[in-house]
């Protein structure tokens, strides 16, 4: 019997394929980022306001995930930029092969923003990259405020959490300060933003967020 | 819930590290799981459990190493029988 030592990714096959994905996106300097939450937090929403706030000639395309239906690649398709639906049939999460054949056709050339919508799911899409630049985990107020303590593994790796339907706020017994340290007690360098897509408070701030991550790379 | 799949994909991670080793049957596979992998680890075995059996290289005991606030998900050992 004989103990052979090795360091191989369980996910390594993913991995060589979003390496690949990060190469495209560095060469042709279109910034990738990916939006994860539970379902219902409001992610097409937000980016449906997000595309209609864009001006009509801005470089930004959004792929969309979702078990089954192409409803969001339809809410978000109204807005004229490119949106392509991946349906995974079951999957729980997108991975790096998903996501490279949705690109096909597409010329990355043309872009600079590229925006993924994730499978509502705050556990299984933590494991797989997709070559993004970031994740940016969404919480909406109507969860709990201990969504971070409960799910560790998204909420210590996203660059940003944005907090959503915070109009609600009045309605819930949400404490903003105690998700806050919570998220930053995993991740203290995670920017934090409040905003509500469905009032726009807020929305400023984050088109402000995205612009800079489109010049300049991560804020 | 993508348990399943992660173990497939650890079962094809053991076949490409037995490949470099020709004839040489595995025993026991060490894989190391960090907590905020977004893997769980009961869920994982028992997938594992399931697939490693059709797989034609059961019997082959899975080993998992936790590792407190990291997130790795590793295969990092295989053991040989060489007789």
Known sequence: ?219 | MHEMGIAASLLDAIRAELARYPGARATRAGLRLGEYSGVDRESLSFCYGVLVEDSGLAPLALDIEFEPRGRDLDLIYLELDDE
């Open chain 1, 1 to 219: 019997m004989s103990r052979i030592p090795l360091e191989r990714k369980v996910l390594g096959e993913n991995d060589r394929i979003a390496a690949g994905l990060r190469e495209r996106f560095a060469a042709h300097q279109v910034r990738c980022l990916n939006l994860i939450s539970s379902p219902g937090s409001g992610k097409t929403l937000l980016l449906e306001k997000t595309l209609g706030s864009f001006r009509p000639d801005r470089r930004v395309a959004v792929l969309t995930g979702d078990i089954q239906t192409d409803n969001d690649a339809v809410r978000l398709g109204r807005y004229g930029f490119p949106v392509r639906q991946i349906t995974t049939a079951g999957a729980c999460h997108l991975d790096a092969r998903m996501v490279d054949r949705a690109l096909e056709g597409w010329q990355l050339a043309g872009l600079d923003l590229l925006l993924i919508e994730n499978v509502g799911n705050l556990v299984c899409p933590t494991s797989y990259d997709l070559g993004e630049e970031a994740k940016i985990v969404l919480l909406s107020v109507t969860e709990g405020e201990d969504k971070p303590l409960k799910y560790p593994g998204i909420f210590s790796r996203a660059s940003l959490m944005v907090l959503t339907k915070i109009d609600l706020l009045p309605y819930v017994p949400f404490d903003v300060g105690k998700a806050v340290e919570y998220a930053r007690g995993l991740n203290p360098a995670m920017d934090v933003m409040e905003l509500s897509a469905m009032t726009g408070q807020g929305l400023g701030n984050w088109m402000a967020w995205l612009d800079s991550a489109a010049t300049h790379g991560m804020p």
